[in-house]
C-alpha cells in the first residue's frame, strides 16, 4: 500500500505474476483543493484572503509550488518514488503470494506510516499545527477519500479485464488536467496537451490484451479513475493550499485515520477471520514476519517519498509518473520473472516512455522560460 498512489496503479503488478493487492498510494490519486474562508461574516474579502492563498490559481501572479522548484530536486524525488515504488512491488508480491489479505496488508503499511511519523515527531522533526474543526474534518474526508478509492478499484477490477483496466486508469493525467482547469482556472500549453497522447496510447500498447467488462464494471472502473486523480490533487492542494502542511504532518494525521478504516474493511470482507485461522493453523513462519517487517519498512518509506514528490513535482506530473510505472513494472517482469511479452507490449513501453519524456521537455521549457534552475 503507498498511501499515494494511487495511484498509485497496482494493476500492472499482473504482469509480475503476482496476485492483486492494493497499494495506498497508487499510486499514486486526487480532491479539489481545501483554501479556507477567513471570515464568514465578510464574505467578499474573505474570497480575496483565500485567492491570494490559492497558489494554483491562475488568474493572479503568484506560480503553483511546483513551478517555483528546481529540476534537479524534482529528479531527485522522483527517482526515490520509482525506487520505492518498484521495491514495494516487489515486496507485495512474495508477501501476498503467501498470504492473500490485502486490505490487512494495506493497513499495515498505514500502520507503519503511523508508528514512523510520531517516532519522527518524536525526534523533534514534525511539529503540529494547530486546526480547526474544519480543517480537521477536511483531513477525515481525505482519509475516506483513498480507502474508498482503493476499495472501488479493487471491486471494479473483477468486474473488467486487467488490460482495460490498466488502460482506463492511464487517463488519469487527462483528468487530473480537468480538474486543475475546472475549480483552479489553471492553464496548460498546447504541447503539455499533445503528450498526453502517447502517455496513454503507449500504456494501451503496453498492457493490450482481451478486452471486457460488465456496465457496472465499466462505470466503477471510470469512477475509480475520477476518484485516483482527485486523491492526488488533494495530497497536494493540502501541502500547497491554505493548509501548506508538511507531507509528513499530513502522514501523521492521515495515516492513522487510514489504518482504522482499513481494519473495518478487513472484518467485513472477511480477512481478519481468514487470517485469524491461517495463524491457529501455523501457515506463517519467522521469515514471513521478517517479510512483512521489511514491507512495512519499505512502504513507509514509499510514503514519505511519494507525497513529497507531490508537493515538488505536482499532481500532474505524478500522474505521468504513474503511467511510466506501468511501464517499467512490465519491464522488471520481464527481467526479473520471465513474464512474456510482445512486441506491441515492448513498443507500448516504448511510446510510453518517450511521452514521458517529452512531458518532461515541457516541463523544463517551461522552467527555464521562468527562470527557475
Not at 477536511?138 to 479485464?161: D, K
Amino acid at each position: 500500500m503507498a498511501i499515494n498512489d494511487e495511484q498509485t496503479d497496482r494493476n500492472s503488478s499482473n504482469y509480475l505474476g503476482r496476485p492483486e493487492e492494493l497499494e495506498m498510494s497508487e499510486k499514486d490519486h486526487t480532491m479539489a483543493g481545501n483554501s479556507a474562508e477567513t471570515s464568514d461574516n465578510e464574505s467578499s474579502e474573505g474570497l480575496l484572503r483565500k485567492e491570494e492563498r490559492d497558489v494554483e490559481a491562475q488568474s493572479h501572479a503568484a506560480p503553483a509550488v511546483e513551478h517555483t522548484v528546481s529540476p534537479k530536486k524534482k529528479l531527485l524525488f522522483l527517482g526515490a518514488w520509482f525506487f520505492f515504488n518498484l521495491a514495494l512491488t516487489i515486496s507485495n508480491k512474495a508477501v501476498l503470494g503467501k498470504a492473500k489479505f490485502p486490505w490487512l496488508l494495506t493497513t499495515l503499511h498505514a500502520s507503519a506510516t503511523s508508528i514512523g511519523c510520531f517516532g519522527l515527531m518524536g525526534l523533534g522533526m514534525v511539529k503540529l499545527t494547530a486546526l480547526s474543526t474544519r480543517e480537521n474534518l477536511i483531513l477525515l474526508a481525505f482519509s475516506v477519500l483513498f480507502t474508498v478509492n482503493i476499495a472501488i478499484s479493487n471491486v471494479s477490477l473483477a468486474m473488467v479485464s486487467v488490460p482495460l483496466h490498466q488502460i482506463m486508469r492511464s487517463t488519469c493525467p487527462v483528468v487530473t488536467i480537468l480538474i486543475y482547469r475546472t475549480l483552479y482556472n489553471r492553464t496548460y500549453s498546447t504541447p503539455t496537451y499533445l503528450s498526453m497522447i502517447p502517455l496513454i496510447f503507449g500504456v494501451g500498447l503496453a498492457t493490450a490484451g482481451d478486452y471486457y467488462c460488465t456496465l457496472i464494471g465499466f462505470l466503477l472502473t471510470a469512477l475509480g479513475v475520477i476518484l485516483a486523480a482527485v486523491k492526488t490533487v488533494a495530497t497536494n492542494r493540502l501541502m500547497t493550499g491554505s493548509l501548506a502542511l508538511s507531507a509528513m504532518e499530513v502522514l501523521l494525521r492521515m495515516s492513522p485515520l487510514a489504518a482504522v478504516q482499513c481494519v473495518v474493511y478487513a472484518f467485513l470482507t472477511g480477512e481478519v477471520r481468514d487470517f485469524h485461522l491461517a495463524y491457529q493453523q501455523g501457515q506463517f513462519s519467522g521469515s514471513f514476519g521478517m517479510a512483512l517487517l521489511a514491507n512495512a519498512v519499505i512502504a513507509f518509506s514509499l510514503n514519505m517519498v511519494s507525497f513529497q514528490a507531490n508537493k515538488l513535482a505536482g499532481a500532474l506530473t505524478m500522474t505521468v509518473a504513474g503511467n511510466v510505472k506501468q511501464a517499467l513494472t512490465i519491464a522488471l517482469g520481464i527481467v526479473l520473472f520471465n513474464v512474456q511479452t510482445g512486441l506491441m507490449n515492448a513498443v507500448g513501453m516504448l511510446i510510453t516512455l518517450a511521452g514521458a519524456a517529452w512531458y518532461s521537455k515541457i516541463e523544463l521549457d517551461n522552467k527555464k522560460a521562468k527562470g527557475v534552475r
